[in-house]
């Protein structure tokens, strides 16, 4: 290639930068190349713009450089119908070979793509080469874009376009693929509606534990001086008393025997009476016991709270002498103050004599 073109030109020098380029960061949304017999004509590929009638289509075109490039605009045109552009006809845009007055050095040929990609969507309004499609009709388009290559030129500039072709094509499908998954994922990771919260009842803390203690406190006093035959534990002793429950003996009345129908009111009561009557002097010393155990937690259960500590009081007592000690140590501090304050005043008072006497004038003479 560079020797069929001159490698001193600054159009050459370019065009070979610019390829650099386009090789070295590809993007998602175009692919361009120069034709390898002539560098000035360059192929290049373009996906629809997202979320419009042309998603999903696959637009080929050619962009032809002047010799004076990059000082003069290049020029573009599309093979693929799109519906936005006539195929074979140099289109006219700010960027193009129609309006030079636009264009200007430091744009390159990635810049006139993604140029051309934001106009695909903007009405044509009579432009020259530009045309004005239905949505619809677009859509109907850009799926064949999408599914065939337009055939174009020499076998050289048909491989380039069918490659390239290929290329788009496998970005699409590659992103269409991380689309779905993303979706998938997102719906995966969505938590689901949070349930209504469960609202607790107002009740005061402090107050239930005190009720409480106050109702066990209350049942306890209650067993012990009113215990019931059926959960009373009967002592083992010689009364001859069975350990079951005292319902156990209680004959039935009315119909056969053995039938199982529910005792009477009269007949518990008689059966209840015998066993208070077989109640042995050991049982009675327990429930004894038991009511006097009811009644010192009842008594402690509503007893006022105690008297605070006599540390206060023991406290106060020694304040008086707390307060001599520290203004006996204030006092001393105050002396050894003032003895330091007499020494350094005779000190200064020495020294002034030595000084007098070593300027010959003797000791002077000191009024008290």
Same mark, same amino acid.
């Given at each position: 290639m560079a020797a069929k073109f001159n490698a001193r030109s600054p159009a050459v020098? #370019?065009?070979?930068?610019?390829? $650099?380029?386009?090789? %070295?960061?590809?993007?998602? *949304?175009?692919?361009? @190349?120069?034709? @390898?017999?002539?560098?000035?004509?360059?192929?290049?590929?373009? #996906?629809?713009? =997202? &979320?419009?009638?042309? &998603?999903?289509?696959?637009?080929h075109g050619r962009v032809l450089l002047p010799p004076e490039y990059p000082f003069k605009p290049p020029a573009f045109m599309m093979l693929t119908p799109s519906g936005r552009f006539e195929t074979n006809v140099k289109i006219c845009l700010s960027i193009s070979s129609h309006h030079p007055e636009?264009?200007? =050095?430091?744009?390159?040929? #990635?810049?006139?793509?993604?140029? /051309?990609?934001?106009?695909?969507?903007?009405?044509?309004?009579?432009?020259? !080469? %530009?045309l004005d499609y239905t949505k619809e009709e677009r859509k109907k388009l850009a799926l064949r874009a999408r599914q065939t290559a337009p055939t174009f030129g020499s076998p050289e500039r048909q491989r380039v376009i069918d490659e390239m072709h290929q290329r788009m094509l496998t970005q699409l499908q590659a992103s269409s693929l991380q689309v779905s998954a993303s979706s998938s994922a997102s719906t995966l990771l969505d938590p689901a509606t949070p349930t209504e919260p469960v609202t607790a009842t107002d009740v005061d803390p402090v107050a239930y534990a005190s009720n409480d203690t106050e109702r066990d406190g209350q049942a306890l006093f209650d067993a012990s001086v009113n215990p019931k035959p059926a959960s009373y534990p009967f002592?083992?002793?010689s009364s001859g008393l069975d350990q079951r429950s005292s319902t156990a003996n209680i004959p039935v009345?009315?119909? @056969?025997?053995?039938?199982? $129908?529910?005792? +009477? +009111?009269?007949?518990?009561?008689?059966n209840y009476h015998d066993v208070l009557e077989g109640l042995s002097s050991e049982s009675k010393e327990q429930? +004894? *016991? $038991?009511?006097?155990?009811?009644? /010192?937690l009842s008594t402690s259960l509503h007893a006022p709270a105690p008297a605070p500590a006599a540390s206060a009081s023991v406290m106060y007592q020694q304040a008086p002498a707390a307060a001599a000690a520290a203004a006996s140590a204030s006092d001393h501090g105050l002396t050894i103050l003032a003895l330091l304050l007499s020494m350094g005043i005779?000190?200064?008072?020495? #020294? $002034?004599?030595?000084?007098?006497?070593?300027? !010959? @004038?003797?000791?002077? &003479?000191? &009024?008290?």
């Open positions: 020098k #370019r065009i070979m930068q610019e390829m $650099k380029e386009m090789q %070295s960061s590809i993007s998602s *949304d175009f692919i361009a @190349e120069a034709l @390898e017999s002539d560098i000035f004509e360059w192929h290049f590929v373009i #996906r629809g713009p =997202p &979320e419009t009638e042309f &998603e999903g289509g696959i637009y636009h264009w200007q =050095p430091s744009w390159s040929i #990635r810049t006139a793509l993604t140029a /051309l990609i934001a106009f695909m969507p903007s009405p044509g309004q009579g432009a020259l !080469g %530009s002592p083992a002793s009345t009315g119909g @056969e025997p053995g039938e199982n $129908k529910a005792p +009477t +009111t009269n007949s518990i009561a008689a429930t +004894t *016991d $038991k009511t006097a155990q009811a009644s /010192l005779a000190a200064i008072l020495v #020294r $002034k004599a030595f000084l007098v006497f070593d300027q !010959g @004038e003797g000791f002077p &003479e000191f &009024e008290l």
